[in-house]
């Protein structure tokens, strides 16, 4: 069983609508959580960290936690063609001590069409 | 903006040859990972420095792979030698420091091609 596991798509979803990116895990003992966008060619950039289950916002983003159900997901409001990216998943386990190790998925690639 | 900085950004080498990437992280930073990434999966990690140790490289290929950070700032990771599956993107990324909190953040990567 993978650390990460998300759907790697591809996802389409046009102009304006809301699109929704899934991402469950293994361990029950992972605290952090990330969301990164990759354009094609490009590094990671970090888009959205959670710790806490519920929600938190940031713009046209929404990152939901679910701890009980291993359960990250990813909101993306009002689509815009400049969405279109591999999103990753990635969370930190602690290892006994305070320094964690990222998993990663392997990416939902997402693309918006006008 | 502070950035982590890598170098170079493209490297073509031949099999059998010696390569070798550079990285910078955000000023401040104490840890330090390098990863790898194979088109179409996500980053999978290589090494893992807090300061100048390593505390994870369970994933490094030892027989040819090595890291170091030696003043605990930049990092230099080195493949001999280089292999045709070792094309991929190698990618460096900092965070802050010890707290299992903190986010990495990441470089532009080097993109290597082995033929």
């Known amino acids: 069983q993978k650390e990460v596991e998300q759907n790697s798509g591809p996802l389409s979803v046009p102009e304006g609508a809301i699109a929704s990116l899934n991402c469950t895990y293994s361990d029950r003992g992972s605290q952090s959580f990330f969301w990164y966008r990759q354009y094609s060619g490009k590094s990671p950039e970090l888009i959205m960290s959670?710790?806490?289950?519920g929600d938190k916002e940031d713009g046209r983003f929404t990152a939901q936690l679910n701890k009980a159900s291993q359960y990250v997901s990813l909101l993306i409001r009002d689509s815009q063609p400049s969405d279109s990216a591999t999103y990753l998943c990635a969370v930190k386990r602690p290892r006994g001590s305070t320094l964690g190790r990222l998993y990663f998925g392997r990416g939902t690639q997402l693309t918006v069409w006008p | 903006e502070a950035e982590v900085a890598q170098s170079p950004r493209y490297k073509i080498t031949e099999k059998s040859q010696a390569v070798a990437f550079w990285c910078d992280p955000i000023?401040?930073?104490?840890?330090l990972y390098w990863y790898r990434q194979i088109l179409g999966q996500g980053p999978e990690l290589l090494v893992q420095f807090q300061d100048e140790s390593v505390v994870d490289d369970s994933q490094l290929p030892k027989d040819r792979f090595s890291a170091e950070r030696l003043k605990g700032v930049d990092s230099t990771l080195k493949i001999q030698p280089a292999e045709l599956g070792d094309s991929a993107m190698y990618l460096c990324?900092?965070?802050?420091?010890?707290?299992?909190?903190?986010?990495?953040?990441f470089g532009q990567g080097t993109r290597l091609t082995v033929v």
């Open positions: 990324a900092s965070s802050l420091g010890k707290d299992r909190w903190t986010e990495a953040f």
């Open positions: 959670i710790y806490s289950n």
């Open positions: 000023s401040g930073h104490a840890t």
